[in-house]
C-alpha cells in the first residue's frame, strides 16, 4: 500500500483474530518506532512488548481504569505498552517533549503495522500505577500508551461497533476548520 493509501484506510482495531503475528513482521514492526525522529535526537522512548497469552490475559485483568473498558486487548497476540523517560527528553519552550516523540515513535510501528495487515488501538485508558507495577516499571518512568496488535477480525463486536459509534470515529474536523494560512484566522 502506499503511504497515504495506508493513512486513509487505517481505523482502530478492536477484535483480534487469533492469528499470530509473524516474528519478521513484528520485527518491522518495532524498527518503524526505532527509526522515529525525535527532538534533539534523544530517544527517551521505551516500549514493553508482551507476546505471552497468559501474561497478555492477565495484564488485561489489571490495568483497567474504569472496570473492563479495554478488556478487548486479551485477545491480541501482541501488547505494545509505550514508554517514555522524561529525564532523557528536551525540553524547549517548557514543553516536555517525551510525549510527542513517544506518539511519533508509536504512531510509525501502528502504520507499519497496518501496511501488513495488522490493526492496533491507541489506549489511554489505563491506569498508570497499575501497568507500573504489574509490568515493573521504574517510577521514573511514564507510560505513555499502549496498543494491542494483531490480525483484524472480520467481524466488529458489538462492543467495538459501539465505541465507534459512540466516538464518532470516521468524523474529522474540515480542513477549514484546523488550517489557517498565512496568520492565524481560526477560531479562538
Ligand atoms: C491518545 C489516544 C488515546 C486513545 N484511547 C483509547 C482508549 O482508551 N480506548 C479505546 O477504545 N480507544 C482509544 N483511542 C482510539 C480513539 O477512540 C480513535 O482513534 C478515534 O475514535 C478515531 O478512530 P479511528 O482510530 O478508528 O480513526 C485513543 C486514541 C488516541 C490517539
Request: proline share 3%; net charge positive.
Amino acid at each position: 500500500m502506499e503511504l497515504y493509501e495506508i493513512i486513509q484506510s487505517r481505523e482502530s482495531v478492536r477484535d483480534f483474530a487469533e492469528t499470530a503475528i509473524e516474528a519478521e513482521k513484528l520485527e518491522i514492526i518495532l524498527e518503524a518506532g526505532r527509526l522515529a525522529p525525535s527532538a534533539q535526537n534523544k530517544q527517551c522512548w521505551r516500549f514493553v512488548v508482551l507476546q505471552d497469552k497468559d501474561n497478555i490475559k492477565r495484564f488485561a485483568k489489571h490495568i483497567g481504569l474504569l472496570g473492563t473498558v479495554n478488556f478487548f486487548i486479551a485477545q491480541a497476540p501482541v501488547v505494545i505498552v509505550a514508554c517514555a523517560d522524561p529525564k532523557r527528553s528536551a525540553r524547549v519552550n517548557g514543553q516536555e517533549y517525551y510525549l510527542v516523540d513517544t506518539a511519533i515513535s508509536f504512531q510509525q510501528m501502528m502504520l507499519a503495522a497496518w501496511s501488513m495487515g495488522i490493526g492496533s488501538c491507541w489506549l489511554a485508558a489505563f491506569n498508570e500505577k497499575s501497568v507500573r507495577q504489574y509490568l515493573q516499571i521504574p517510577e521514573n518512568i511514564r507510560v505513555v500508551g499502549l496498543s494491542p496488535f494483531g490480525y483484524p477480525k472480520e467481524k466488529n463486536s458489538l462492543y467495538s461497533k459501539a465505541v465507534k459509534t459512540f466516538a464518532g470515529s470516521r468524523n474529522r474536523l474540515e480542513l477549514d476548520k484546523i488550517i489557517t494560512k498565512e496568520k492565524w484566522n481560526l477560531c479562538r
